[in-house]
């Protein structure tokens, strides 16, 4: 826990969170005035669910990942740079104590945007009101959606994250995060249970109806058929993998 | 159970085909400074960082306070304070705030710690000015201020003088020096600056590329190096009981069968070789020498580079 608070310490007066944020709360204002400015006589946005989905799909899509490639990458490799690391190693900090305190500081970034988002769309449900849904229920079932995704998606990242503790400059992991997620974009139905970010969305698809539409609409009409619990097998064991990697890089390297 | 802080047995390290350290042994004494000197990449930071387990050692071993390092880092790392070539801190943050943070991962640091740390190297307390901003003499300060945190038995410091204008360095002397004598601490002090390590270590290590040349107590050291007569006669043994007999001559060393060094100076040369002569034995040559410190380290290092 101290590892925790500690990490989060080192974020004061940091531009790339606040940078972060910045783009998260604009992507979540883009969502509200979509849904201010179409009728709810109109298809696209009769729905809360529309808003929510709109919001999460902007968020989750491309903005999370890279948005936590770039942070793992800053998180990881600042203390490279600044050769802060060697201090924590002399204190003495385990490798595997300080690995496991960024992925969680990594978790709790992602937790924190999801939720901030899912309360710019509640809050855009009641400014651009009239939709027919709104209610505990569905508040409820869109806040389950977004933190399912803002605990699984960090998790997908894990390999970017090794990129992260192995690489020697930005460059490398902030390319791999793009590349990661190329083929994502490009085929998400055929990658499911194989690449994690695609798995991710295997699992969403089974919370809702809602969700399952959702998800069609990125799968470009393809339902998935893979069961949620082998997405998350696969999910967790490129994780665990990676962690593994991760943790051997930083116990073999020289500082 | 020996007396030593540190002691490496056979230290090696080897970076891909090059050997940077090899099978260095150095016996770090408690309450004493040692110096270890030698030029810029010798290999003194490269056994620094062994002995913290900063970088993977190839062969050879590090005891710390008796034990061997390797598994034992939770219980040996928390008494030792350390400086690596430049201190590492997080640039987004002030002096204080670093410190507070090293000092909460420490967990064992008392009240007020952050504070007294700073006070010792002449930094304020709860300045406002971020790391970034800090003259590298500053850094250096702050990174003994981390060190000294948790007030630990052993201090490592990795050439801590470096970036200090003069006034800093001469401080930083005496407030090293404070250290071990008032405080008791263990202090193990790499530099490739000859006067300061003269001027501060209780005990010597040479190190040039990668070997330990030489490990000494600098009262040693300075014998060795003090002003002599030199001598070369025919017969040594004899030479040798002739001076003390009719010089009564103590202090005096035998280098081979042909030389003497004699370091009562105040003799009289002429007497001395007059003693000899009239005993048959032959004066090859007579001459007063004064080797220093930096001529000594010339010599055994094989050349220049140490200040």
Redesign the interface.
């Known amino acids: 826990m101290?590892?925790i608070?500690?990490e989060l310490?080192?974020w004061?007066?940091?531009k790339t969170v606040w940078s972060i944020f910045a783009l998260t709360f604009l992507l979540g204002i883009f969502a509200v005035n979509r849904a201010c400015s179409i009728s709810r006589s109109s298809p696209l946005m009769d729905q809360f669910s529309d808003l929510y989905t709109l919001a999460f799909k902007n968020l989750t899509s491309l903005f999370l990942p890279i948005a936590l490639g770039m942070f793992a990458t800053t998180l990881f490799f600042d203390e490279q740079k600044?050769?802060?690391?060697?201090?924590?190693?002399?204190?003495?900090?385990s490798k595997s104590q300080l690995y496991f305190s960024k992925v969680a500081v990594i978790i709790l970034m992602s937790l924190i945007l999801c939720v901030f988002t899912f309360a710019i769309c509640v809050g855009g449900g009641f400014i651009a009101g009239d939709f027919p849904d709104f209610n505990t229920s569905t508040v409820l079932q869109s806040f389950v959606l977004y933190l399912l995704g803002g605990g699984l998606v960090p998790i997908a990242m894990l390999p970017i994250v090794f990129m992260a503790t192995s690489s020697k400059g930005y460059g490398i992991p902030i390319g791999a995060t793009f590349l990661y997620l190329v083929p994502v974009v490009i085929a998400p139905a055929y990658l499911m249970g194989a690449h994690p970010l695609a798995s991710v969305m295997g699992i969403y698809s089974s919370l809702s109806p809602v969700s399952a539409d959702m998800v069609r609409s990125w799968t470009q009409g393809v339902t998935v058929t893979l069961s949620p619990s082998l997405c998350l097998i696969s999910i967790f064991t490129v994780g665990i993998v990676f962690t593994i990697l991760s943790i051997i890089v930083l116990r073999?390297r020289?500082? | 159970m020996n007396n030593f802080v540190i002691e490496t047995k056979q230290l090696t390290k080897v970076y891909g085909e090059q050997d940077v350290v090899k099978a260095v042994n150095i016996h770090v004494k408690k309450g004493r400074i040692y110096g270890l000197l030698g030029r810029n990449g010798a290999g003194k930071t490269t056994i620094m960082k062994m002995i913290l387990g900063l970088t993977p050692i190839t062969s050879g071993k590090v005891d710390v306070f008796g034990q061997d390092i390797k598994g034992r880092e939770k219980q040996v790392f928390p008494r030792i304070g350390a400086i690596i070539e430049t201190p590492g801190f997080y640039p987004n943050l002030t002096g204080t705030e670093n410190l507070e943070i090293f000092a909460k991962l420490r967990g064992t640091v008392g009240p007020n710690a952050v504070k007294k740390a700073l006070e010792v190297v002449g930094l304020p307390y709860k300045d406002k000015k971020l790391f970034s901003k800090y003259s590298l003499g500053m850094k250096q300060r702050l990174g003994i201020a981390n060190a000294i945190l948790h007030d630990p038995e052993l201090l490592i410091l990795d050439e801590p003088t470096n970036g200090l204008d003069p006034i800093g360095i001469a401080e930083m002397r005496n407030f090293i020096k404070e250290l071990s004598v008032e405080r008791g601490k263990t202090i193990l002090i790499s530099s490739h600056i000859l006067s300061e390590i003269a001027l501060l270590a209780d005990d010597i290590g040479i190190i040039d590329h990668g070997l330990l040349l030489e490990e000494n107590s600098m009262k040693e050291l300075k014998k060795k190096n003090r002003k002599y007569i030199l001598l070369q006669v025919s017969d040594v043994s004899k030479a040798a009981l002739i001076l003390e007999h009719q010089f009564h001559l103590v202090d005096y060393s035998v280098h081979d069968d042909q030389t003497l060094r004699i370091y009562d100076t105040c003799l009289d040369m002429a007497e001395i070789n007059k003693a000899l002569i009239v005993q048959d034995i032959a004066v090859i040559s007579s001459q007063v020498c004064n080797d220093t410190l930096e001529d000594y380290f010339k010599k055994i290092t094989g050349g220049e580079g140490i200040a």
């Open positions: 101290t590892m608070v500690v310490q080192k004061k007066r940091n600044n050769d802060t690391l060697k201090e924590l190693w002399i204190i003495p900090i073999k020289s500082y």
